[in-house]
């Protein structure tokens, strides 16, 4: 006959072993809890050790040879980390994000994120979010965070960006969208806020600066893209603090390009002189935009130096053949 309550032992052995608990690694630095290696799904109870304000997890694999397989971020795992201000999880797996509304810095980079998912009735705290190589197919959600100062998002598949993403973000400063696909960007809405703005190696078709406010930018790059023209007057009107511009190895017409970087450089604003740079030799140098044979100076006394070296390693062949010819001839 089954003993009473029985049939709750394999429930309770599930339950048990369903809740998994993580420990902080060594770490030399206060307040920052470094987890080498964890695995996390919707569902799954886990616990994690109280009082530190820095979670990192999935920076390299394990001494064991795992990686970390945290598929989703959700509302259930922040809060079994104690709501820390910071939050970096690179290269675990991650598929779908689900920002928290208390996290103050995110990283989540190396991810195959696709989902990004905001509350629109919250309020957002998050100032720095790093989204890099990640395969998100729009952002429009990061309209919701509206504290962002800085938002990583090179390598992702955004191959359009709405006039509605960036307006609300009114205190953005840095802007990374390298090695994306979209075609047109809504320049009249960019923040006025923006200092850095990284559009390199995409596919930018045109860029309007008319009727655009960029008073604190300070860089702009835009290179190895598809622009074939730009108004060079309208983008220092737009952004009078540029300090650097990037715009070379776009299909701009040479004499357009030439004059484009003349303004630069009488404004004094670093630019890269573009195509012709690449094709100079090893041994050639880059001079006022010609290659230049670069000529070794060596001087005086060096050179009677080589000189005395050079006579006498002659005399000693001569010497040493004089003695050879003499012990054949013995």
């Known amino acids: 006959m089954m003993p009473p309550f029985a ?10 072993q369903a809740t998994t608990e993580y420990h902080c690694i060594d770490f030399p630095i206060e307040n920052q809890c470094v987890i080498e290696q964890m695995s996390y799904h919707p569902g799954q109870k886990i ?7 820095h979670l990192r997890i999935g920076f390299a694999k394990s001494l064991n040879g795992l990686e970390s397989n945290i598929t989703t971020m959700d509302n259930t795992l922040y809060e079994a980390m104690h709501r820390p201000a910071i939050v970096e999880m690179t290269n675990v797996g991650m598929q779908r994000l689900i920002v928290p509304t208390k996290l103050l810095l995110g990283n989540f980079a190396d991810n195959a994120i696709f989902s990004l998912e905001v509350d629109r009735t919250e309020t957002y ?3 720095f979010l790093d989204l890099d190589n990640n395969q998100l197919p729009n952002i429009n959600n990061i309209s919701a965070l509206i504290n962002l100062e800085t938002i990583h998002l090179r390598g992702n598949a955004i191959e359009a960006i709405d006039r509605s993403v960036f307006a609300p973000l009114i205190k953005l400063k840095r802007l990374y969208l390298r090695y994306n696909q979209f075609s047109t960007l809504p320049w009249t809405v960019l923040p006025s806020t923006l200092v850095h703005l990284d559009c390199y190696l995409g596919s930018l078709e045109s860029v309007d600066f008319r009727n655009v406010s960029l ?16 108004n060079v007057t309208q983008l220092l009107h ?31 604003i670093t630019h890269n002189d573009g ?6 030799f090893d041994d050639d140098q880059y001079v006022d935009g010609e290659c230049v044979k670069q000529v070794a100076h060596v001087s005086k006394w060096k050179a009677a130096l080589l000189t005395v070296i050079s006579v006498m390693v002659g005399v000693l062949v001569v010497v040493i053949l004089y003695w050879v010819f003499k012990q054949i001839n013995r």
């Open 47 to 53: 616990t994690f050790p109280d009082g530190y304000q």
């Open 238 to 268: 737009a952004a009078p603090k540029l300090k650097e511009a990037y715009l070379s190895y776009n299909p701009i017409h040479s004499d357009q390009l030439d004059e484009i970087l003349r303004v630069l450089k009488e404004r004094n």
């Open 275 to 280: 195509d012709q740079y690449e094709y100079c």
């Open 7 to 16: 049939w709750a032992l394999p429930i309770l052995m599930i339950s048990v």
């Open 125 to 127: 705290k998050i100032t």
């Open 215 to 230: 008073p604190a930018l300070e860089y702009l790059n835009l290179e190895k893209n598809d622009i074939t023209a730009l």
